[in-house]
């Protein structure tokens, strides 16, 4: 039972990171290139301050449950969960280390101007959209493989005794 539910907030928290990456990779993305750029960048700041809260939350319950789940389970299990929780956490590292600092630029761009070089910028900031969402996307896909598929001994808590 224990691991049935995390399983399923696993599958949920992912779920929720991969949609949300998603929505903004079709949808908010080629809007904010369809609008002149003072509303982008407005747009842009302020989205990203729901965002912060929101979408690590759903990526630190992603990647916590995940390798919680990879470590209470055994053979094929642990393998797809680990799996897909290095996937959110690549998710969360590019977000941190790729598009939080390109927010920040972001946000003081639409207090003041953007430099001559923001559209090269905005490229990176998608680039790094791209890959955040097809790690999210991934580990969302591998965890409904993994709750779709036949149960398995391997889906048994690991450790002595437990054989």
């Known amino acids: 039972m224990r691991i049935r539910l995390l399983q399923g907030i696993a599958l949920l928290a992912t779920g929720l990171l991969a949609g949300a990456f998603g929505y903004g990779a079709a949808n908010l993305v080629p809007t904010f290139n369809a609008v002149p750029l003072g509303m982008r960048l407005s747009f842009h700041a302020e989205l990203m301050k729901m965002n912060g809260i929101t979408v690590q939350a759903a990526m630190g319950v992603s990647t916590v449950c995940s390798l919680a789940l990879a470590a209470l389970t055994r053979?094929?299990?642990?393998?797809?969960?680990?799996?897909?929780?290095?996937?959110?956490?690549?998710?969360f590292l590019i977000t941190r280390?790729?598009?939080?600092?390109?927010?920040?630029?972001?946000k003081e761009w639409a207090r003041t101007s953007a430099p001559a070089d923001h559209a090269e910028i905005l490229r990176?900031?998608?680039?790094?959209?791209?890959?955040?969402?097809?790690?999210?996307?991934?580990a969302f896909a591998v965890l409904v493989f993994?709750?779709?598929g036949p149960q398995t001994r391997d889906r048994r808590p690991a450790g002595p005794g437990t054989g």
Do not use: H, K
């Open 75 to 91: 053979g094929r299990t642990r393998l797809l969960a680990g799996a897909a929780g290095l996937l959110t956490l690549a998710s």
């Open 124 to 138: 990176r900031w998608e680039m790094f959209n791209d890959l955040r969402t097809g790690a999210a996307v991934i």
């Open 97 to 106: 280390f790729g598009n939080v600092p390109i927010n920040g630029r972001i």
């Open 146 to 148: 993994l709750a779709l």
